[in-house]
């Protein structure tokens, strides 16, 4: 196991441009989640999956997010149209969803991230 | 929902203790608490369950006080290897996924 793959680690593009990308997770663990994280600030929520169903999504995100996870396995989050406010490490993690009585037990494992600059 | 931390930044000397907060002002499932170093991933430390439970990992151990809404991490004999940014990550009841503070930066020095 080589934990939570992220591709590419850094992304440089120009505003207008779009982005696309990967994350691979731990193959046992059946969700999936993206983070966005600015300088000094906590990981931001934007979106997870259980399985291949995408089960929520931050209302703060734009539309120009979007995100897959085809077949439950890797997935892809999509910006369209950067904007220089874009800028940040996007960070995927992945955990196993178990249950301790009637409280969920699980631990994230995030992958190293990709750090997206919008010029 | 971004659960509040406090302090925001400590300093430490070797074998030093030290204790980072973290409070929410929404009813908790759960709290994670992570430790990131500069210009890597978070690395999960532990996740404390509703039932108070108390957890320890090595001489870094945390509390869970879900009728307060409150969790704190306690660092004992803090060695440098401790230097990094502390995020606790709450679950609130009948959500799925973890909202983080804003961090707290512990430097531990010789």
Redesign the interface.
């Known amino acids: 196991d080589t934990g939570v793959s992220q591709d590419p680690r850094h992304k440089i593009t120009k505003r207008g441009q779009n982005v696309t990308f990967r994350c691979d997770p731990i193959s046992e663990h059946n969700r999936l989640y993206w983070y966005r994280q600015t300088l000094g600030q906590g990981p931001e929520f934007l979106t997870y999956f259980q399985n291949e169903a995408q089960l929520e999504k931050s209302r703060l995100l734009s539309d120009r997010f979007s995100a897959e996870r085809p077949k439950g396995s890797f997935s892809t989050l999509e910006i369209q149209r950067t904007e220089q406010g874009d800028s940040a490490m996007y960070l995927c993690a992945s955990s196993f969803l178990s249950y301790r009585g009637q409280v969920p037990n699980y631990g994230y494992t995030f992958g190293s991230g990709t750090r997206l600059t919008v010029v | 929902q971004?659960p509040v931390q406090s302090p925001q930044a400590v300093i430490l000397r070797e074998g030093e203790d030290a204790v980072i907060n973290c409070s929410s002002s929404k009813a908790l499932?759960?709290v994670?608490w992570?430790r990131q170093k500069h210009g890597?991933?978070?690395?999960?430390l532990?996740?404390l369950?509703?039932?108070g439970e108390q957890k320890g990992h090595e001489k870094i151990s945390a509390s869970f006080n879900e009728k307060k809404q409150q969790s704190s991490l306690y660092l004992t004999a803090s060695q440098l290897s401790y230097s990094g940014t502390y995020?606790c990550?709450t679950?609130r009841t009948g959500a799925?996924?973890?909202?983080?503070?804003?961090?707290t930066r512990l430097t531990v020095i010789p």
């Not at chain 2, 799925?96 to 961090?103: A, I, S």
């Open positions: 971004q499932y759960s994670h992570y890597e991933a978070p690395v999960f532990m996740i369950l509703k039932g995020f990550g679950a799925n996924n973890l909202f983080f503070g804003t961090g």
